[in-house]
């Protein structure tokens, strides 16, 4: 099946710090990747639509310019949280469109926990 | 808008049991339908889905119905085995961007 990876998998870092995380969908191509936001024991909250070649598409109530997004390729998408705050610490999953028959069907990536001290 | 409600948790059984895990939800248009598995530590798995009324969803034992007249997929499995122990989300995609919204998530845990 499809396979979409995540790194890194776990990030601690101090407050103030950038952080990127990669999302990469290994066996195919993806023009559309997802980023969502899990709490604890909570449901995942889309983030934005990353599309290669153009600009995200964030929802509302996401600050594009804190969690800036870029798909710069057909395989990889990644998130800068800018000046991560505590608050910003959460469970961050990406997941990647595979338009072949499945169109709708997202494959996930794992998962990074980050944590902002 | 789109919302999902799905049955909290967490729901512990024994091997062997049956399992129900209800859902219902609220949609414009004529959504897809999904469960997704998340074992722990890794992403989310779909595990069964259905795009149209009536429609059965079935994979690994799992079954679940489209219902339109109770917007409803309760996920059902007849026979639980330890292994199934994981996070049950209920989702649904509508919509020209097919963008998926997630119920809150149902933790099971299955005893031997």
């Known amino acids: 099946g499809a396979v979409v990876s995540q790194h890194p998998s776990r990030v601690i870092c101090k407050s103030g710090t950038s952080v990127k995380i990669e999302c990469r969908s290994l066996?195919?191509?993806?023009?559309?990747m997802f980023w969502y936001r899990q709490f604890p024991k909570q449901s995942l909250m889309l983030m934005a639509t990353?599309?290669?070649?153009?600009?995200?598409?964030?929802e509302q109530g996401v600050e594009k310019d804190k969690f800036l997004i870029n798909h710069a390729s057909l395989t990889l998408s990644t998130l800068t949280v800018t000046s991560a705050h505590p608050e910003d610490s959460s469970f961050y999953i990406c997941?990647?469109?595979?338009?072949?028959?499945?169109?709708?069907?997202?494959?996930f990536g794992p998962g990074t926990r980050l944590t902002v001290l | 808008g789109n919302s999902v409600t799905q049955m909290e948790g967490p729901v512990t059984l024994s091997e062997e049991a049956f399992l129900t895990i209800n859902c219902t939800y609220t949609?414009?248009?004529?959504?897809?339908l999904f469960w997704y598995v998340q074992y722990p530590g890794e992403g989310l798995q779909l595990l069964l889905k259905?795009?149209?009324?009536?429609d059965k969803g079935s994979n690994k034992g799992f079954e679940a119905t489209y219902r339109k007249e109770t917007t409803s997929f309760h996920l059902e499995k007849g026979s639980v085995q330890v292994s199934d122990s994981a996070v049950y989300f209920c989702?649904?995609?509508?919509?020209?961007?097919?963008?998926?919204?997630f119920g809150s998530g149902t933790q099971l845990t299955v005893l031997p």
């Open positions: 997941s990647a469109r595979y338009t072949g028959v499945f169109y709708n069907e997202q494959f």
């Open positions: 066996d195919f191509q993806a023009t559309t």
């Open positions: 990353s599309n290669e070649g153009s600009k995200a598409t964030y």
């Open positions: 949609a414009t248009g004529y959504p897809s």
């Open positions: 259905a795009t149209k009324a009536d």
């Open positions: 989702a649904l995609s509508s919509g020209s961007a097919r963008q998926l919204t």
